[in-house]
């Protein structure tokens, strides 16, 4: 790729200039006033490299104010924020940019290469008292303690009092993602209690979480519970590889992908996936199409399908949620024009992210300002407000992952088995089957997600 600019270029070497030691020539006389335009902090220099990146990469560079302050922020983080406003996109009243971020490099190291440090576990509310466990990674101290997605929580460090109130919901939140030790009392489906004390530990992330063969009305159906599109890409496409290998030697006529909490993560494992779920027929066509802003058109690219194994399913069902974002409808976006797709979950559309980034260093910091969009073989890919669910059905947050018997799970069978979806989204709590209302403790729940990772991560890298 070209390198960013020369302007670029000279704020870097004015940020290692100012990280020099200066030289102390013993004299008494009191130094000058500071100018800080003239005298700018190491932070300033980085918040100016980042202005400097935005205003030539990102998507929506033009709409960049002259007079935008990069230095009025408290750090790059704040600034990416302020930058996303500035995303006026035709047809939209508001900002498309919900998602350009920064982050610290070491931060970013784990996190895109699935290294976690917590205790593996994520939780969501399933009615006003009744928190459950949503997810545990298996390499995890949760995973490895045994505790399974559907687990209730019932106390907390000995605290009984579990509901969606501010302060209840503030405890759960510092004591499940940002203690180093919490002791909690859990209640399994059987009705069982077992008292678990977890300390945090690094781990590395298992985003396939549960895989299986399903007989439906004659028919042999595919699934997949996919958590991320980050992590150790080797471990995952061998993953990869061996449960479609299985898929095709049980003869699956149609796949359930499950992505109803994945917020995105590399576009090559999009890729990779994509080119074992396309059929036959969609080989060497186009996947998708991607473009840049007017300052790296030369870069716009054209990916097309390059067939991995020999499944060929004319159907797939997507599991999905309000949280199923980017890569995850990068992957649901492309294969639209050559499969029947039936979008099912928890909520009326997906999170809507039809651009993507990659890091950019910044000092200690990787900036990372939208700077492509992608659209389908179809030219479509204007998402902005995700894509309709096409039988919202509420998640069954009270079964484990494959459990035939989980809401969106039985759904999709039943819809196999008998031509007509066995649950909807009922707009209630069913307390009897631990459904869960996709509008009930919508802050409280939103509360508990905001660690989830959402993006597309590209794999061009600007250089410096």
């Known amino acids: 790729m070209k390198r960013i600019s020369a302007a670029l270029c000279v704020i870097t070497v004015l940020f290692l200039a100012s990280c020099k030691k200066s030289i102390d020539d013993g004299s008494t006389t009191p130094p000058p006033p500071v100018d800080s335009t003239a005298n700018p902090t190491p932070e300033d220099l980085v918040k100016d490299t980042v202005l400097l990146i935005a205003r030539d990469v990102y998507l929506w560079n033009t709409q960049i104010p002259s007079d935008f302050d990069a230095r009025s922020y408290a750090d790059p983080i704040a600034e990416m924020d302020a930058i996303r406003q500035y995303s006026i996109e035709p047809g939209f009243a508001n900002p498309v940019d919900r998602y350009s971020f920064a982050i610290k490099q070491t931060d970013w190291d784990n996190l895109s290469n699935g290294i976690e440090q917590d205790f593996g576990m994520s939780v969501f509310f399933n009615t006003g008292t009744d928190l459950r466990v949503k997810y545990a990674e298996q390499a995890s101290p949760a995973g490895l303690a045994g505790i399974e997605r559907g687990w209730q929580i019932i106390k907390i460090n000995g605290n009984s009092q579990i509901n969606t109130s501010e302060a209840s919901v503030n405890m759960i939140v510092n004591a499940v993602f940002y203690s180093s030790n919490t002791s909690f009392t859990f209640k399994k489906p059987d009705g ?97 199409k991607q473009t840049f802003n007017a300052n790296y058109s030369s870069y716009n690219e054209t990916t097309v399908y390059h067939k991995l194994g020999s499944l060929n399913v004319d159907k797939i069902f997507f599991i999905v949620s309000d949280n199923t974002a980017s890569a995850s409808e990068l992957l649901i976006n492309s294969l639209k024009p050559f499969v029947s797709e039936t979008l099912v ?100 729940n939103k509360t508990l997600e905001t660690r989830t990772f959402k993006g597309a991560v590209g794999k061009t890298k600007f250089v410096r």
């Not at 494992?269 to 998708?288: D, R």
């Not at 559309?349 to 389908?376: D, L, Q």
Request: proline share 4%; with cysteine; charged share 15%.
């Open 345 to 444: 979950g928890p909520s009326d559309t997906t999170y809507g992210k039809p651009v993507g980034f990659f890091p950019i260093p910044a000092g200690e910091w990787y900036a990372f300002p939208i700077s492509f969009r992608t659209v389908n073989k179809d030219g479509n890919g204007n998402y902005f407000g995700g894509f309709k669910v096409d039988h919202p059905t509420d998640d069954g947050l009270d079964r484990n992952w494959g459990d035939v018997d989980e809401n969106c799970l039985k759904s999709i069978l039943t819809y196999i088995k008998t031509g007509t979806f066995g649950f909807a989204h009922t707009g209630s709590t069913n307390i009897s089957n631990g459904t869960i209302n996709t509008t009930f403790n919508t802050a409280a």
């Open 192 to 288: 069982s209690t077992v008292d678990i004390s977890l300390t945090a530990a690094t781990y590395q992330s298992h985003p396939i979480f549960a895989d299986s063969v399903y007989a439906a009305n004659g028919k042999k159906v595919g699934y997949l519970a996919l958590n991320s599109f980050l992590g150790d890409t080797t471990e995952i496409y061998s993953e990869f590889g061996s449960i479609f290998n299985n898929f095709q030697s049980q003869n699956v006529n149609e796949v359930i992908v499950d992505l109803r909490y994945n917020g995105g993560g590399y576009v090559s494992m999009a890729e990779k996936l994509a080119n074992y779920l396309v059929p036959t027929a969609g080989n060497n066509q186009v996947m998708y």
